[in-house]
């Protein structure tokens, strides 16, 4: 015996309940006329994930309530399907009138119009960028309901990554697991899923499908490629990354089940890098409803690599450009950004900052009087450019979006209300060493069709330079990128200590410096915008330091 599962690997939108609810009844309905007998969706997949404190608001889990009725009667018609769908549930009345947590990070299996089956997500996690326990409490019962004479086993993203909700499953009979996910990403998460799955496997004997969300939602991204395990724990199919798909997966029944499915390729880490950003520049343009963006283009490779990825992302009609050149723009800087932003095909403007720079200084010359030019006279063209780029963003209704990477971000090398200026950091998580494997990478692959080769080579070449003042260079501040990133990945995202970092071969003035200027730069970040996140710890909700902070290690 043969049957159909479909895992609706689509992209939901926070809050918009009536939209996702009319995406899973397309969804399903196709999946039921191409033969699917079962339709996985993703984890909390009604609401969109994660819907944070709406959680919490009662209206919201009642909008959740009417939709999951709404979903089941508008596939009551078709029969034998059943459907898989996440969604928050209050419990009663009496516990969802209450700020007691009583909620439950619910999944509901409908068929022929009814609710057959619910299951309730039993370990909630609460690390990195998940508040899980904010939310929602813990359920306890395993939840097994049969499809075509198979016996299904309904787990929830993290039970999966626990032995008993995989055993408990099994022993109340399962045949097989559905774990459906919300699981955001990060470089490498992919293969970590993939293993952690394969021991699930490999306890409990039962082939396994993960049904995972695509889509951008403010910081994090979900990147797909949902797959299914065999019971020998070998890859029965995986779906493409970064793209919603109805992934078809053929169940066989025989002595034992099988598992039959396309297998998506992998891509490398520069290209699960660029397909991440630029969804998550996408999706939060379009569903935040910006007409399109603007940035600064300086004739830089911070700049050069995010009008990369916003015309990859939005197209080159939605996207402009404004240079901003200072007494301190070196002539190469004028000629690359031009040549680059003609290369891309997106609008070019140039705005000098020379004579407000110049008011400025005069403004101030009574007070400055008997000073030396320092960093004061650099931040001020840096906020001339933010204040230039934000009356455009008002005028125009385009999102600034502001090109610090996260090597600038660590150390405080950024201007608060000057290149920080903006509504969305695209290179936020993205350190200086891989802004350089970017561009190379933008420059060799064209994955979107706009454009091959667009970065000019001296934009990647030449030493980077803020260009606040004369002949200023990056590492005149700074030690070297190469050395600086791995400082700020052992210290920042691995937490090793200074003296652990020390050891291992680094320069102990390097490592103080770079660690005193992370502490010392907690009040910029917490005033910077939202930006992508690709590694496992980023600047944002898995960074949660205070700022007045006398503690030293």
């Known amino acids: 015996m043969t049957f159909k599962i479909s895992v609706a690997q689509l992209n939901f939108v926070v809050g918009d309940i009536a939209g996702n609810a009319q995406k899973i009844i397309d969804a399903s309905r196709t ?87 619910q299951y309730a997500k039993r370990e909630l996690p609460n690390y990195q960028v998940f508040d899980e326990r904010r939310y929602f409490m813990p359920g306890h019962a395993p939840c097994v309901f049969e499809v075509q004479g198979v016996r299904v086993g309904l787990l929830i993203c993290e039970d999966a990554w626990f032995d008993q909700p995989a055993l408990q499953a099994q022993a109340a009979g399962a045949q097989i697991l559905a774990v459906i996910n919300a699981s955001p990403f990060h470089v490498g998460k992919g293969d970590e899923r993939e293993q952690a799955m394969r021991a699930r496997v490999g306890a409990t004997g039962l082939p396994l499908i993960y049904a995972h969300l695509v889509g951008g939602q403010d910081e994090v991204v979900f990147e797909g490629r949902s797959f299914a395990l065999n019971a020998d724990q070998s890859l029965a199919g995986r779906a493409p990354s970064f793209v919603p798909d109805l992934f078809e997966v053929t169940l066989t029944q025989g002595q034992a089940l099988h598992l039959s499915a396309p297998i998506a390729a992998e891509g490398s880490l520069e290209a699960d890098l660029w397909h991440a950003l630029v969804l998550g520049v996408r999706d939060y343009i379009g569903k935040n409803g910006f007409p399109g963006v603007l940035l600064g283009l300086s004739g830089g490779i911070d700049s050069a690599l995010v009008l990369a990825i916003a015309v990859d992302a939005l197209g080159a009609d939605k996207v402009r450009t404004v240079m901003m050149p200072s007494p301190y723009t070196a002539e190469i800087s004028w000629i690359d950004a031009r040549e680059m932003a003609q290369r891309l095909g997106v609008r070019y403007d140039e705005l000098s900052i020379v004579p407000e720079f110049e008011a400025f200084l005069a403004s101030l010359n009574n007070d400055f009087a008997g000073t030396t030019p320092d960093t004061t006279e650099e931040n001020i063209q840096a906020r001339i450019r933010g204040t230039l780029l934000m009356a455009l963003s008002n005028k125009f209704g385009a999102l600034v979006l502001t090109t610090g990477n996260k090597s600038e971000m660590a150390t405080g090398y950024c201007t608060l209300y000057g290149d920080m200026a903006g509504g969305f950091a695209v290179l936020k998580d993205v350190a200086k060493t891989l802004v350089f494997q970017l561009a190379r990478w933008r420059n060799a692959h064209d994955p979107y069709g706009c454009g091959a080769n667009p970065i000019p080579e001296r934009i990647i070449t030449r030493p980077p330079s803020a260009e606040l003042r004369p002949d200023q260079k990056d590492q005149d501040s700074l030690p070297p990128y190469d050395v600086l990133d791995a400082i700020v990945s052992r210290y920042m995202e691995n937490d090793q200590s200074a003296e652990e970092i020390i050891t291992a071969g680094f320069a102990r003035a390097d490592v103080e410096k770079v660690t005193r200027l992370i502490r010392l730069n907690e009040y910029k970040r917490r005033q910077s915008p939202v930006g992508i996140r690709v590694t496992h710890r980023s600047f944002g909700k898995d960074w949660r330091y205070p700022i007045t902070n006398k503690f030293r290690a």
């Open 31 to 117: 999946a039921y006329a191409q033969g699917a007998r079962l339709v996985l969706t993703p984890e909390l997949s009604l609401c969109g994930y994660a819907a944070e404190d709406l959680f919490l608001r009662p209206s919201f889990i009642q909008a959740c309530d009417d939709a999951l009725k709404t979903v089941a009667q508008a596939l009551a018609d078709l029969k034998d399907l059943h459907v898989v769908v996440g969604h928050p549930s209050g419990g009663d009345e009496r516990t969802r009138s209450v700020s007691v947590q009583r909620r439950l990070n619910m999944a509901s299996v409908l068929s022929q119009g009814q609710v057959v089956a």
